[in-house]
């Protein structure tokens, strides 16, 4: 199938980055992601096949995708993940694989990984006190969870935290988290919570948002400074003078960076999500399954890329149920 010149949606946004949720199984519980019992898992049939995959990269490569994020559920309990991921490192038009990732199962694959060309590693950690790691994803693991962050750091793969902030859980660990960018190459971004953990609960007011996160930070690092964001950076970054590392801030609630957003998201049973906050536009793994050609396939993902809404908000009005999925089930 020929090239097709770079994709825009009807906001001039162009489609460059997906996010493919290869399961949506997990190891841990986090508290912001699932309920503590988890979630009723799909039958292995009802995910997209590696397979399946493969082929929907390659035709987005053909669109203009060149970067992929492969994420989960937890993307390292699914078996032959590396397999797959040396399949997506040969897509013609594939720049850039990172992974998502808990940390947990993460360190006795970072050899390979680094062997594949992973562009970088997201590394979910809301706290390094071990207390509070237990009560917040329901499981004791930090342990093993640091012991990959300073494998990942020696490594040379680049690596970023991810600290989901929730009033009453962590909000002591903000400076404990941004000084590991003291000593350390690394990215901390603190991320506004959302409503997206399994129970149906909505914030209609969130305390610890962005504003409320940079404060806390300026109060402990009274020079902290703005440093420049890349194109299409969801997080608004700074670094303390001195320190190695930068610390940034997502407002994954408050939505302020959708005029940029060049992103979509496949789901690991391929529901594809043209916004995260939209409950799926259409499913790709039910056309592939009905024998769709990849021309069909384009000229149904091109409709859909033409018909985004313009922000979180829209999206979320849009949806024909109320916002009550889990995280697992989107793809983190």
């Given amino acids: 199938m020929p090239a097709i010149k770079q994709i825009y949606d009807n906001h001039n946004r162009p489609i460059t980055y997906v996010r493919l949720a290869v399961t949506d199984r997990c190891n841990l519980r986090c508290l912001y992601c699932m309920p503590a019992v988890g979630i009723t898992y799909l039958p292995k049939k009802e995910l997209l096949s590696y397979e399946e995959m493969e082929r929907l990269l390659q035709l987005l490569a053909s669109m203009g995708v060149s970067k992929v994020r492969i994420t989960g559920g937890e993307p390292f309990v699914r078996k032959d993940l590396i397999h797959f991921l040396w399949k997506v490192q040969a897509i013609n038009g594939i720049d850039e694989i990172h992974i998502t990732t808990n940390g947990v199962f993460t360190g006795m694959y970072l050899d390979q990984l680094k062997d594949i060309g992973i562009a970088s590693i997201n590394l979910s950690l809301d706290t390094i006190d071990r207390d509070r790691f237990k009560l917040m994803t329901r499981r004791d693991e ?14 040379g793969i680049p690596v970023k935290i991810n600290a989901v902030v929730i009033e009453g859980q962590n909000t002591e660990d903000i400076i404990p988290l941004a000084e590991l960018t003291r000593q350390y190459h690394v990215g901390v971004r603190f991320i506004e919570e959302m409503p997206f953990n399994g129970e149906g609960v909505n914030y209609p007011i969130l305390t ?5 996160i940079l404060r806390a930070l300026k109060d402990n690092y009274p020079d902290l400074s703005k440093v420049k964001d890349k194109p299409h950076s969801t997080s608004k970054n700074f670094q303390v003078p001195g320190y190695t590392g930068t610390v940034g801030i997502i407002a994954a609630f408050s939505r302020t960076f959708c ?74």
């Fill in 142 to 155: 930090l342990p093993k969870v640091m012991d990959t962050f300073h494998r990942i750091v020696d490594s």
């Fill in 259 to 332: 005029g940029s957003c060049n992103r979509i998201r496949i789901t690991s049973q391929g529901d594809l999500k043209t916004c995260l906050y939209d409950d799926g536009v259409l499913n790709i793994r039910d056309l592939i399954r009905k024998g769709l050609s990849d021309a069909e396939l384009s000229q149904v993902l091109l409709k859909a890329f033409k018909n985004r809404p313009k922000d979180g908000f829209e999206a979320e009005k849009l949806r024909s149920t109320t916002v009550s999925e889990s995280m697992s089930i989107i793809g983190g």
């Fill in 208 to 212: 610890w948002t962005y504003d409320k």
